[in-house]
Every structure is written in structure tokens, then in C-alpha cells.
């Protein structure tokens, strides 16, 4: 599983995770409860499913907490000023493009005249 994946899916298993991070389980599952960053989705069944917000801002704790050997409160700090972007940000971003191309063509058609 690599990084195409995680953009071609929408939700991942905890398994999924610990691939795509190389974090282990145990780990996710306490950055969950300490950040309160990571917010999978809970199945009747009682699993999580994470999704790609989830997956970003756990490769961004393994950055700050491995290579910038910062401590759980260090990385804390430096996520106060780090944000992804979420869903609604997304729908918004795509629909600015299907927008802004709209335009592009009707302006593209009007010089055609």
C-alpha cells in the first residue's frame, strides 16, 4: 500500500494505518486519545475507520515525534499551528475548480466570437 492508495481511498483500517505509517496500532490508538486530532469513524462492530485527514496528521506526530525528536506535549505545540484540511475545505476547494473552469470556457467561447 502506498502513497496512491491513501489518495484513491477514503477510509482505512487501523491495519491499513500501521502500513501506510509504519506506526504501530497501539501507538495510533494513543495519539488518538492524547492529540484529539485523529477522530476515526467508530462501525457498529466497535472498529475504526480512519480517513485520510487521520492518516495526514499521523505521518505528521511520527515527523515531529521521530525526526524532530520533540516529546508528546512538543508535537502537542507544533500541531496548534498545524492544520489540514478538512472535508468541507475539500468540497469547497473542488467546487472553486469546477467554478473557475466554467468561467475558463466561457471566456475561452466568448473570444471565439
Given at each position: 500500500m502506498g502513497l496512491e492508495e491513501l489518495e484513491n481511498?477514503?477510509?482505512f483500517s487501523i491495519g491499513?494505518?500501521?502500513?501506510l505509517t509504519g506506526v504501530p496500532e497501539y501507538s495510533v490508538r494513543y495519539w488518538e486519545a492524547e492529540f484529539n486530532l485523529i477522530r476515526p469513524i467508530r462501525l457498529e462492530s466497535g472498529h475504526r475507520r480512519y480517513t485520510k485527514q487521520d492518516v495526514y496528521t499521523i505521518l505528521k506526530i511520527k515527523d515531529l515525534i521521530y525526526k524532530h525528536k520533540l516529546t508528546l506535549e512538543g508535537a502537542k505545540k507544533q500541531l496548534n499551528n498545524y492544520?489540514?484540511?478538512?472535508?468541507?475545505d475539500e468540497k469547497k476547494s473542488r467546487t472553486d475548480l469546477k467554478l473557475l473552469t466554467e468561467i475558463k470556457e466561457?471566456?475561452?467561447d466568448l473570444l471565439k466570437e
Open positions: 481511498r477514503e477510509y491499513d494505518v500501521k502500513r492544520r489540514l484540511p478538512t472535508n468541507a466561457t471566456l475561452e
